[in-house]
T-cell receptor
Framework: EADIYQTPRYLVIGTGKKITLECSQTMGHDKMYWYQQDPGMELHLIHYSYGVNSTEKGDLSSESTVSRIRTEHFPLTLESARPSHTSQYLC????????????FGPGTRLLVL | GQSLEQPSEVTAVEGAIVQINCTYQTSGFYGLSWYQQHDGGAPTFLSYNGLDGLEETGRFSSFLSRSDSYGYLLLQELQMKDSASYFCAVNTGTASKLTFGTGTRLQVTL
């Protein structure tokens, strides 16, 4: 079944640790996105990718970085986590010419102590 | 800058009809999407308007007026499971990036 997966679903980590949030999709979509969402608030785009070896920063400045080595995989990395990074991180994907219809993963809830 | 405004909360009774409005000011505009998000869940796509007019998908309809920079989501025959947050999102055309509104929390009561 075509889907989009994120791991871990929940992560509690100490300040200064390096973390990688995983995102994989089996729909063959070219475009992938990372959003940050605080509870009860709107989604903010932090990174996106058109395809392999393509990454761009989104509208919200983020200290995280991303990579796109394979079509199906779009991991997000924080080199040194801080309490201000506490949030929910949502990964999404879409077809190359269908960006208005995005498919979201279940999200990773990150708590940095 | 980009801004999308929605009412923060709406309450309606089961079986009723509710309309959630969205006004936008964006530097580019290619269409308006609507997403539903239950508490603790991921956003799911509901509807898209690329042209003016009404789009109907089952109990949900969405409307767009480009000249008024305005759209709405209409939910009919409300069910308890419709209690969720609803986000409008503008496709600004730049790499098909979506800018999301602040979200409307819909509470359906008996």
């Amino acid at each position: 079944e075509a889907d989009i997966y994120q791991t871990p679903r929940y992560l509690v980590i100490g300040t200064g640790k390096k973390i990688t949030l995983e995102c994989s999709q089996t729909m063959g979509h070219d475009k992938m996105y990372w959003y940050q969402q605080d509870p009860g608030m709107e989604l903010h785009l932090i990174h996106y990718s058109y395809g392999v070896n393509s990454t761009e920063k989104g509208d919200l400045s983020s200290e995280s970085t991303v990579s796109r080595i394979r079509t199906e995989h779009f991991p997000l990395t924080l080199e040194s986590a801080r309490p201000s990074h506490t949030s929910q991180y949502l990964c999404a994907s879409s077809e190359l010419y269908g960006g208005e219809t995005q498919y979201f993963g279940p999200g990773t809830r990150l708590l940095v102590l | 800058g980009q801004s999308l405004e929605q009412p923060s909360e709406v309450t309606a009774v089961e079986g009723a009809i509710v309309q959630i409005n969205c006004t936008y000011q964006t530097s580019g505009f290619y269409g308006l999407s609507w997403y539903q998000q239950h508490d603790g869940g991921a956003p799911t796509f509901l509807s898209y308007n690329g042209l003016d007019g009404l789009e109907e998908t089952g109990r949900f309809s969405s409307f767009l007026s480009r000249s008024d920079s305005y759209g709405y989501l209409l939910l009919q025959e409300l069910q308890m499971k419709d209690s969720a947050s609803y986000f409008c999102a503008v496709n600004t055309g730049t790499a098909s990036k979506l800018t999301f509104g602040t979200g409307t929390r819909l509470q359906v009561t008996l």
